[in-house]
């Protein structure tokens, strides 16, 4: 699981059936200070997350399937929560 930002959504107007209706996003991921690592990814959304939220990303194609209620689903990466805050001590 990582963390990062949404920087962005995607269309898509034709996509594999058991994604339809999702939505897609792109998501940027943070290191624990918040600053950006790595490149962007796309994850189906799961918890209504919006652009400039920063999420929680499965990125293991059968937990990212779970977090969507459909385990057999081409997924990669979902967002499966929005962070509300985080504590380093």
């Known amino acids: 699981m990582i963390l ?3 920087t962005g959504t995607v269309v898509s107007t034709v996509k594999h059936y058991k994604v339809e209706g999702s939505k897609l996003l792109l998501v940027q991921p943070l ?3 918040g600053k950006a690592e790595g490149g962007i990814l ?3 959304d799961s918890v209504d997350a919006g652009v400039g939220d920063r999420v929680l990303v499965v990125l293991e194609g059968r937990a990212a399937g779970m977090a969507l ?3 057999s689903s081409p997924v990669d990466a979902a967002v499966v929560g929005v962070v509300d805050a985080v504590n380093l001590e």
């Open 42 to 44: 796309l994850a189906i």
């Open 4 to 6: 990062g930002k949404v």
């Open 31 to 33: 290191d624990l200070q």
């Open 69 to 71: 209620g459909r385990s």
